[in-house]
């Protein structure tokens, strides 16, 4: 299984950015059947969950994008997304995206997102 994120860039603050992240050697019914997950690291700082979202498709996150960044999944593409509007300069950072199968985690390289003021 590998996990492929993309999509991070240079955007001024108020921005939006689109991540997505395609997992290739999962077959559908693991896929659908995981828990998946963008992080985000910081410079200096310690990597945090930024949004989850399960099999049963309700999406969790961390007070501080909560309103702003919507995370999505389509299970026929076995592809994550991660919607981020009104973007700040304090979420720039590496995020990466994960998926959780039972006790299986996989993780993507990380892309990187900075949000200029």
């Known amino acids: 299984v590998q996990l492929q994120a993309s999509g991070g860039g240079l955007v001024q603050a108020g921005g939006s950015l689109r991540l997505s992240c395609k997992a290739s050697?999962?077959?559908?019914?693991?896929?659908?059947?995981?828990?998946l997950a963008w992080y985000r690291q910081g410079s200096g700082k310690q990597r945090e969950s930024v949004a989850t979202?399960?099999?049963?498709?309700?999406?969790n996150y961390t007070d501080s994008v909560q309103g702003r960044f919507t995370i999505s999944k389509d299970n026929t593409k076995r592809t994550i997304y991660l919607q981020m509007n009104s973007l700040k300069p304090e979420d720039t950072a590496v995020y990466f995206c994960?998926?959780?199968?039972?006790?299986?985690?996989?993780w993507g390289q990380g892309t990187l997102v900075t949000v200029s003021s």
């Open positions: 994960k998926a959780t199968y039972g006790s299986q985690e996989y």
């Open positions: 050697g999962m077959i559908l019914s693991m896929f659908s059947g995981s828990t």
């Open positions: 979202v399960g099999p049963d498709r309700v999406p």
